[in-house]
């Protein structure tokens, strides 16, 4: 069964800095997708970034981007001039890239909880 | 559009009570789910469904049923409401195919069984 580890709770960075969030992934599948979403305290879940697995080119979207690592099974997200506006819950998820039933599931890390410092 | 919308936000139960949580939502989505979230924890699949009259079980359906009778509504019923069951309840909708697929959540729903 595929698992999703995010190994850090809890991160700060200083607003305007660079900060760089975990997540490591376990599975045999080698087609699949990775997602970053990020939850306010509204609870209201966003879809940051997405990774197909047989693309190498790391996703960018604005502020924001990964660092696909395959072989090592790791997809970090960087956050470029954070914002107030970035301090949430981050969380990390996995989907296979295909089938039926199960396929249904995302796996999702625990989260990693962002503070922007002013 | 109003999206997906949950209701209640909030509510205690005593143990032993049932309750359910309703989810609805007017983007004509056939995919629609319900995801628990325990703190320090990701997200777990309760119950999904794939179009009205169907629906299947997710990695965590035990004390919990569903029904699809319309493509806007998916309620989650909890019958013997336990503390196990204390969480916080997501419903979502998507459209779209692998990569494609984009996910609309509605804003939760805190259970606590006390």
């Known amino acids: 069964a595929q698992t999703v580890t995010q190994s850090q709770p809890e991160m700060s960075v200083q607003e305007a800095e660079t900060v760089t969030l975990s997540c490591t992934y376990d599975?045999?599948?080698?087609?699949?997708?990775l997602f970053w979403y990020k939850q306010p305290p509204s609870r209201q879940m966003i879809l940051v970034i997405r990774q197909e697995a047989y693309k190498q080119q790391n996703a960018t979207e604005n502020r924001f981007s990964v660092n696909f690592q395959k072989a090592a099974k790791s997809f970090s997200l960087k956050i470029s001039d954070s914002q107030l506006g970035d301090a949430a819950m981050y969380f990390c998820?996995?989907?296979?890239?295909?089938?039926?039933?199960?396929?249904?599931?995302?796996?999702w890390g625990a989260g990693t909880k962002l503070i922007i410092k002013p | 559009n109003a999206g997906v919308t949950q209701t209640p936000k909030f509510r205690i139960l005593k143990i032993g009570q049932s309750m359910t949580l309703q989810c609805t939502q007017d983007m004509n989505h056939n995919y629609m789910y319900w995801y628990r979230q325990d703190p320090g924890m990701g997200l777990k699949l309760i119950y999904y469904?794939?179009?009205?009259?169907?629906?299947d079980k997710g990695e965590v359906p035990n004390g919990y049923n569903v029904s699809r009778s319309t493509t806007e509504d998916f309620p989650l019923r909890l019958e013997l409401a336990a503390p196990s069951q204390t969480s916080v309840y997501f419903c979502a909708s998507s459209y779209g195919q692998g990569i494609d697929e984009k996910l609309f959540f509605g804003s939760g729903t805190q259970l606590s069984v006390l």
């Open positions: 599975t045999s599948e080698s087609d699949y997708y």
């Open positions: 998820a996995y989907r296979s890239a295909g089938g039926l039933g199960s396929n249904y599931q995302l796996i």
């Open positions: 469904s794939v179009g009205a009259g169907i629906t």
